[in-house]
């Protein structure tokens, strides 16, 4: 018997109406990593309900937690959580639980975890993160598959980072909070999620001031309190309804976007045609006239355009007359949704690093398998534009960020079923 786990599309449909957007993944996860950083309960309000966020908190039961939702709020009771290792049966499955370390080394001064896995979308080393913990007074040792660390004591130190990185940022805040002394990083990754940890953590009664260059400067602290605070909205679930409304040459109210994180994302979208204006807190989304191909969309740090919504710009682009090209910047091997693409219908080769869209060619619908989260998205989004019905297996991947993905977009008028059972 073989297990079915897709999701079914039947595509040609514009999208309207309104959705909501979730709490976002890329902030929930380092501050449920935060949670270890006290002996109290901590609540997180409106928390994404995604796979990513229920292996973490498998990951925290494994190390001592207790657990428990109510409604969107996930409670984190940490006052037992003195475990210090990972086994690599979850480490294997997220790139997030890397992050942990540098809250087990402040807790316990002990930490071991296998090398973090995810998604399949190029190199992703963990030498910065060992970097920072190394710069904080950790020994690091990396045997068998295993990263291990101890300490006697963290110490505030100054780390410049080589390279931007948002886990290796995490890393180096989660660490030193309560560190003794005063510790500078430079370099810092500027990402959303990273000032949302900080307020968290501050929150907490940690001491931590971001300066307007990206340095993040903290003074260590004995002792931090339970945290009590909202997980925002998800600026890159808000971007794929976009696109999504895009594609589809819809009309849709996007009800809580990021709106503040968003500049780098909606700029891409209005130079394909799209149109957006902002009441109050709601971004109105008029897809109707994209139609303009993009001589060159390159994904940046923040506050440039996220490379998590590299493959779904992809598919937009896809539908869209005339020659496009995209050249990732952050993660080499990036472009594994072109193949799904191409079979649908869409003309996209790999050169030089670039990926040439030659877009209009009509999409039609088939059989296609998601190989990681935002390509998963991607996919999905080409199967709304697309004549038929669409088979999208692996939909798997695409739970690790989306809470829910096909109630949403059937919400707008898309038509989505998914599909769990056996053949």
């Known amino acids: 018997m073989n297990e079915i786990d897709e999701i079914i599309v039947t595509g040609g449909r514009p999208l309207h109406g309104s959705v909501r957007i979730q709490g976002s993944k890329n902030a929930a996860l380092p501050v449920m990593a935060a ?11 409106g928390c994404p309900r995604i796979s990513d966020v229920y292996l ?20 984190l009771d940490c006052s037992h959580a003195d475990g210090t290792m990972i086994p690599e049966c979850y480490s294997g499955k997220m790139r997030s639980s890397v992050i942990l370390m540098g809250a087990m080394l402040g807790r ?18 963990v030498d910065l993160h060992i970097q920072v913990l190394r710069r904080l007074g950790a020994a690091v040792v990396e045997n068998g598959g295993m990263i291990r660390a101890s300490c006697g004591k963290l110490r505030g130190a100054e780390m410049f980072f ?28 500027c990402e959303p999620e990273i000032y949302w940890l900080c307020h968290y953590l501050t929150g907490m009664g940690a001491k931590i001031r971001i300066r307007e260059n990206g340095c993040i400067c903290i003074e260590g602290v004995k002792k931090l309190e339970a945290g009590d605070g909202c997980i925002p909205p998800d600026r890159i ?37 799209g149109q957006c204006r902002r009441v109050g807190g709601k971004l109105i989304v008029n897809g109707k006239n994209t139609g303009f191909p993009l001589e060159l969309l390159e994904t940046e740090v923040y506050p440039g355009f996220p490379t998590d ?34 079979k649908m219908g869409a003309q996209i080769q790999i050169r030089d690093g670039v990926a040439v869209i030659y877009g209009g060619q009509p999409l039609t619908g088939c059989t296609v398998e998601a190989e990681e989260l935002r390509g998963g998205a991607a996919l999905v989004i080409a199967a709304l534009a697309a004549q038929g019905i669409t088979r999208i297996r692996g939909c798997c991947f695409i739970e690790r ?3 829910h993905i096909c109630e949403d977009l059937t919400a707008l008028g898309g038509l989505l079923i998914k599909d769990r059972g056996t053949l």
């Not at 949670?35 to 309000?45: D, N």
């Open 237 to 273: 679930v808000a971007g794929t309804y976009l696109m999504a409304a895009a594609a589809t040459r819809g009309e849709i109210i996007l009800e809580n976007p990021p709106l503040e994180e968003m500049d780098g994302i909606l700029d891409v979208y209005r130079k394909m045609g």
């Open 56 to 75: 973490m908190e498998k990951i925290l039961k494994y190390l001592g937690a207790e657990t428990w939702w109510e409604g969107q709020d996930l409670y």
């Open 35 to 45: 949670a270890l950083l006290s002996t109290g309960t901590s609540v997180l309000r």
């Open 162 to 189: 080589q390279k931007r990185s948002v886990g290796a940022t995490e890393q180096g805040i989660l660490a030193a909070v309560l560190a003794e002394g005063k510790t500078v990083l430079n370099g810092c990754a």
């Open 401 to 403: 960020g989306y809470e």
């Open 108 to 125: 316990s001064k002990k930490a071991q975890t296998g090398y973090p896995g995810g998604c399949v979308i190029g190199k992703r080393p």
């Open 309 to 342: 919504l590299q493959s779904p710009a992809m598919a937009v682009l896809a539908t869209i007359p005339g020659v496009s090209r995209i050249r990732e910047k952050i993660f080499e091997d990036r472009y594994k949704t072109a193949s799904g693409l191409c």
